[in-house]
């Protein structure tokens, strides 16, 4: 059984930073794929960013492009995403997830991923 636990959300004004953990349980953490969504409240979920399992390949949304960095610790099954420059439109609630299949390719589709934790909360005030 596959476990994410989300933690780094909070209040902060815009312009400021925040870095999101997602901690996860299982061996398998190492092999898959993990992702980061937002969901703001009135819409639907997004993709924000992935990474590969080797942390060697990200990928991210226009929106937080060049303002967000995804990173992960395989020895520590963390995977982070630092958030600079925050602007209001960037509040909502965050989930990270884990990829359904072994794979290279960095995929932005909610139903690719079969895990989901909590989420944490990030709210920016202008």
């Known amino acids: 059984q596959v476990q994410l636990v989300e933690s780094g959300g909070g209040l902060v004004q815009a312009g400021g930073s925040l870095r999101l953990s997602c901690a996860a349980s299982?061996?398998?953490?190492?092999?898959?794929?993990m992702g980061w969504f937002r969901q703001a409240p009135g819409k639907e979920r997004e993709f924000v960013a992935a990474i590969r399992w080797s942390g060697d390949m990200t990928k991210y949304a226009n929106s937080v492009k060049g303002r967000f960095t995804i990173s992960r610790d395989n020895a520590k099954s963390t995977v982070y995403l630092q958030m600079n420059n925050l602007k209001p439109e960037d509040t909502a609630v965050y989930y990270c997830?884990?990829?359904?299949?072994?794979?290279?390719?960095?995929?932005?589709?909610?139903?690719?991923?079969?895990?989901w934790g909590q989420g944490t909360q990030v709210t920016v005030s202008s």
């Open positions: 299982g061996r398998t953490f190492s092999s898959y794929v």
């Open positions: 997830a884990r990829d359904k299949w072994l794979r290279t390719i960095l995929s932005g589709l909610i139903d690719d991923y079969a895990y």
